[in-house]
């Protein structure tokens, strides 16, 4: 085999990993690879935290601006979401208007960067000379509370930003007494959300 067919196939087999693993809108990894990472990060790592965001209100954006205007808000939090970015961070895109922060280190580590994120969000974006107010609804779990199960933590720290999500946009950490989905019938100030 040649040299420059050894090339081209590696240049190839690269293209179709980042096809398989990256998201096309924002650059960002996608859940296939948020998954991987997560998966080895909980086998190199004594504490992970795993934070789940969700924008609060943002198929309005989408019918009152139109999908363009949507694509550009998902980019642009993609871009504050990678600002957070050090070696310890790793920023994905779930689906649609969901995000994932793999956090390396335990419950008060987590809740800094879940903080700032709905911080580093929260900040009016600009769109085409108008001002768009975005809110994060975060939830997030650890190692520690949860486990090591990579699906458990997804699956924890997502019941969490249901919690946030009934309160209009806040930082929850799970609490076993959620239990599987919020109820309308609970407070919607219980549990109460962490304060930024």
Partial sequence: MTAQLVETLQAER???HRQATEDDLTGLPNRRAAIERLTRTVKTHSEVGVIVLDL????????????????????????RLRRLGRSDIFAARL?????VLIV?????????VAGRAWRH???PFV???????????????TTSQAGRDPAT????ADIAMYWAKANRGAVHGYD?????????????????????
């Fill in 121 to 123: 969000i929260k900040d």
């Fill in 127 to 141: 769109l085409e000379a108008r001002q768009v107010d975005i809110v994060a609804s975060i939830g997030y779990t």
């Fill in 176 to 196: 076993e007494d959620m239990g599987d989905v919020p109820s309308d019938a609970r407070p919607r100030d219980w549990p109460p959300p962490y304060k930024v």
């Fill in 56 to 79: 609060v209100g943002f198929k309005l954006i989408n019918d009152r601006f139109g999908h363009r205007v949507g694509n550009i808000v998902l980019s642009q939090v993609a871009e």
């Fill in 104 to 112: 390396q280190g335990g419950p008060d580590r987590t809740r800094s």
């Fill in 95 to 99: 689906s649609g208007d969901e995000f």
């Fill in 14 to 16: 690269d293209k179709y």
């Fill in 153 to 156: 933590l997804l699956h924890l």
